[in-house]
């Protein structure tokens, strides 16, 4: 019943930036983090950043000091910033949220995803 909704994807240069954003929507109880991850072509989906109700950040390696994720669990929304890109962070990235379950526990949702490309 919770849909998550991306935007901001594109063609960049390297060296250049980009933002996404992500609403969830739909029957929300609560939600416990947000976040992103992203797929290339023929490689595992992996974590790029992600943010908890509690306003604590984390980062992939290979995007630290670069990335920077924000947003607002109480408004459903969450962004993430990327300058200096590099032709390595083309993929697809995807929003996730959790939200908090009749009992308590975390149900996971995912967007449909958003192509970033990194080329001259």
């Known amino acids: 019943q919770v849909r998550l909704a991306e935007s901001g994807g594109g063609s960049v240069q390297p060296g250049g930036s980009l933002r996404l954003s992500c609403v969830a929507s739909?029957?929300?109880?609560?939600?416990?983090?947000m976040g992103w991850y992203r797929q290339a072509p023929g490689n595992e989906r992996e974590l790029v950043a992600s943010?908890?109700?509690?306003?604590?950040?984390s980062y992939a390696d290979s995007v630290k000091g670069r990335f920077t994720i924000s947003g607002d669990m109480a408004k459903n929304t969450v962004r993430l910033e990327m300058t200096n890109l590099k032709p390595e962070d083309t993929a697809v990235y995807y929003c996730?949220?959790?939200?908090?379950?009749?009992?308590?526990?975390?149900?996971?949702?995912w967007g449909k995803g958003t192509l970033v490309t990194v080329s001259p």
């Open positions: 996730h949220a959790e939200d908090l379950g009749y009992y308590g526990e975390d149900m996971p949702y």
């Open positions: 739909g029957n929300i109880r609560s939600l416990n983090d």
């Open positions: 943010l908890t109700r509690g306003g604590v950040a």
